[in-house]
């Protein structure tokens, strides 16, 4: 318990610690609140519901935040069949506990299932059009309306006791028994309920059941508030003049029938076979033109697609020729010409611009001519090691970034290497590449003897080289200093021409 004037917990005494105030009357009126809210679980626990209603609406009346009351009273209204009243009652207690209040589960429970609310809902709406339809004294509506209330909502005590009423109105007293009874099961101390059924017990005594008859030639026996008397045997004394009446009945409903419902009812059958072939066309049309509005946003979406696919790849490209062609000038910078030159064939030069273009076209000649000595040295050393494999590829790398690297001798022992591995293919077309760009040498008469197939004249003279690149034939003499080491027991080609 809190002081309502601080907000500080009070103790025992009955003033508050913190400010001093005198808290006794107060403290009195939250235990009788606490004490109807007891009272009002108990009654609630034996189904006295209509008395829990009484002691909670009370224990609300001294302590309207008491979250306890106000959530019991909710479930309470709920099972009567109020679910009205029951949401007020646990919004109410919503807000007067934001946190750790059990009406959140009442609430979304209720929230979640939409359609039993809507129900109830509905149920109401119907009960107040029958309590309408009595004070117009149309009982029979009235009677059809509560059954379809109770159907919807078979808790609403109150529509019980209005059905009864009607019962009641109509001396029905068998019916309205009935249902006073399930109101009973409901709220059983409910006060309506009990004076309804002490007033149905004197309609009762004051209206007693009729006696039966004693006539012997009949038979008499109560069927709920109603007697049935009978005769015992039954005389048929129409004769032939009930059969005549039949037979022209029969004739009658059956001229009615021809003229009359039949016409109707196919004149009706055919309008409502007309409209509905209409409405068919109607949706088909729509979805055709629907189907058809699809293909074309389908077409479009791929095409866009497509276009962005592109856009990207383009744009892929582009970054990663710029992050090769900085890799490749830093590699260029340490004069890492081999690393940097295998980033420049990374690049795809058409996507440069500026200076990045400028710069690859500044670097590139110099880096090629580079890293093509150098993978030759690296290449030719691995070759005379017989470690054929490197050779064909540091080899094949230098003829790949300069065809003509230290005047042929690259692609005369990339023949070599391919050769002495066992690989004669390839070491045939090397072999004719050396034969056609550098006649009238020394590599050129021992590349056609290494060759399987006698050479083809004139072939790749002036031809392709192993880049792809268009190259003229080479016909300068090499200086002295630049022929390659002697193959051991082959004899060193040189570029002497004869």
Not at 77 to 92: C, K, R
Not at 146 to 166: E, T
Request: some cysteine; proline content about 3%.
């Amino acid at each position: 318990m809190r002081c309502l004037y601080c907000g500080s917990t009070l103790s025992d005494v009955d003033y508050c610690t913190n400010c001093g105030a005198d808290v006794s009357v107060y403290k009195k009126i939250i235990r009788l609140s606490n004490a109807l809210y007891n009272d009002g679980l108990e009654k609630a626990k034996v189904r006295d519901l209509s008395g829990a209603v009484t002691s909670l609406n009370l224990a609300l009346k001294y302590n309207k935040n008491h979250v306890q009351a106000r959530n019991l009273l909710g479930l309470i209204y709920y099972e009567m069949g109020e679910a009205v009243a029951a949401l007020s009652q646990w919004v109410i207690s919503k807000n007067v506990q934001s946190k750790k209040n059990p009406a959140d589960y009442f609430l979304n429970d209720l929230q979640e299932n939409q359609g039993r609310l809507e129900t109830m809902n509905t149920s109401i709406k119907k009960f107040n059009q029958a309590l309408l339809y009595c004070e117009q004294s149309s009982d029979d509506l009235a009677v059809i309306q509560l059954k379809k209330v109770l159907s919807m909502n078979p808790k609403l005590v109150k529509a019980y006791q209005l059905l009864a009423l009607c019962y009641m109105k109509n001396e029905d007293y068998g019916k309205a028994e009935s249902m006073l009874r399930r109101a009973g099961k409901i709220d059983r101390a409910n006060t309506l309920t009990l004076h309804l059924l002490k007033e149905l017990n004197t309609f009762k005594g004051v209206n007693p059941k009729p006696e039966e008859p004693k006539n012997e030639d009949s038979v008499a026996y109560r069927s709920g508030n109603e007697t049935i008397i009978q005769p015992k045997t039954f005389k048929d004394n129409t004769g032939m003049s009930t059969v005549i009446n039949i037979i022209i009945g029969l004739l009658v409903g059956a001229a009615l029938m021809w003229f009359l419902v039949l016409p109707a009812r196919m004149q009706a059958e055919k309008g409502s076979s007309n409209q509905s072939e209409i409405e068919f066309n109607e949706q088909l049309s729509s979805k055709n033109a629907n189907i058809k509005q699809l293909e074309t946003d389908l077409a479009t979406a791929k095409a866009n697609e497509e276009e962005a696919k592109q856009q990207a790849q383009a744009q892929d490209v582009k970054v990663t020729s710029y992050e090769q062609l900085l890799a490749a000038y830093a590699a260029y910078s340490a004069e890492d010409t081999v690393t940097a030159a295998d980033a420049l064939q990374k690049v795809d030069a058409a996507s440069l611009s500026g200076d990045a273009k400028t710069l690859y076209d500044a670097i590139q000649t110099d880096v090629n001519t580079k890293a093509a000595e150098e993978l030759y040295t690296t290449g030719y050393d691995a070759y005379k090691k017989g470690d054929f494999a490197a050779a064909i590829q540091d080899l094949g790398q230098a003829v790949e970034l300069n065809a003509d690297v230290h005047n042929g001798d690259a692609l005369f022992y990339l023949a070599r290497a391919y050769d002495r591995s066992g690989d004669q293919a390839n070491a045939d077309k090397f072999y004719q590449q050396v034969y056609g760009k550098y006649p009238n040498t020394n590599k050129a008469r021992q590349s056609a003897s290494y060759m399987s197939t006698p050479p083809v004249e004139g072939a790749n003279a002036g031809g392709e080289n192993a880049s792809g690149n268009t190259q003229g034939s080479n016909q300068t003499n090499d200086n002295t200093d630049q022929q390659p080491p002697q193959d051991a027991g082959e004899g060193a080609p040189d570029n002497t021409q004869e």
